[in-house]
């Protein structure tokens, strides 16, 4: 299977403790992306890169966020001193650049901040 | 503010019959659309997209329109199958560089066998 790959799927954690999430994109895509899903809302944009230049970051990621994709390839998300609001669903996506609209979704790691 | 927006949060239909999901915008720079669907405990999967160039877009048994004037697209899917049955989210590209994806809230489609 050659799809966007997201490990891990769950990860419970007390809240002040750091977390980190990888994302393995398929293998052509120079583009990356992360977003955040809570209950009853659809995606939301927290940054992406190309290739492993982090080019964008949404107001949504606070300094207790940080991001890398090191050699262009699988990317890194850790929070910093989780608190209870971070519990949602991350998601990964990659895309070819340019021409191509389309974004490819993992299936997400679900963080929940107890 | 909310700029892709979903109002339906469900839609409920017999297999066979037309399924309609809408999708509504506000920023008339978005240009490109699409609609992902997400089955539980999976990521969204890319199902279909129009360029604001065009005004329908057509996969099978899923079709996209766009109205640029009402800031309205809708997807219609005919004949619902109850593998249709997921939540459908409506996204807009907000053009530039980033790519990034613009969500609506999601429509949790039912097709009853």
């Known amino acids: 299977d050659t799809g966007v790959s997201q490990n891990p799927r769950h990860k419970i954690t007390k809240r002040g403790q750091n977390v980190t999430f990888r994302c393995d994109p398929i293998?052509?895509?120079?583009?990356l992306y992360w977003y955040r899903q809570t209950l009853g809302q659809g995606p939301e944009f927290l940054t992406y890169?190309?290739?492993?230049?982090?080019?964008?970051k949404s107001r949504l990621l606070s300094d207790r966020f940080s991001a890398e994709r090191p050699k262009g390839s699988f990317s890194t998300l850790e929070i910093q001193r989780t608190e209870q609001g971070d519990s949602a669903m991350y998601l990964c996506?990659?895309?070819?650049?340019?021409?191509?609209?389309?974004?490819?979704f993992g299936p997400g790691t679900r963080l929940t901040v107890t | 503010d909310q700029q892709v927006k979903q109002n339906s949060p469900s839609l409920s239909v017999q297999e066979g019959r037309i399924s309609i999901l809408n999708c509504d915008y506000t920023?008339?720079?978005?240009?490109?659309f699409l609609w992902y669907k997400k089955y539980p405990a999976e990521g969204p999967t890319f199902l279909i997209s129009?360029?604001?160039?065009?005004d329908k877009n057509e996969d099978g048994r899923f079709t996209v329109f766009l109205n640029k004037s009402a800031k309205h697209l809708s997807l219609h899917i005919v004949p619902s199958q109850p593998g249709d049955s997921a939540v459908y989210f409506c996204?807009?590209?907000?053009?530039?560089?980033?790519?990034?994806?613009?969500f609506g809230t999601g429509t949790l489609l039912a097709v009853q066998p």
């Open positions: 129009i360029s604001s160039i065009k």
């Open positions: 890169f190309q290739n492993e230049a982090q080019l964008e």
């Open positions: 996204a807009a590209r907000s053009g530039g560089a980033t790519n990034k994806l613009i």
């Open positions: 996506a990659s895309s070819l650049t340019a021409g191509n609209k389309e974004q490819y």
């Open positions: 293998s052509e895509h120079n583009r």
């Open positions: 920023n008339s720079m978005f240009d490109y």
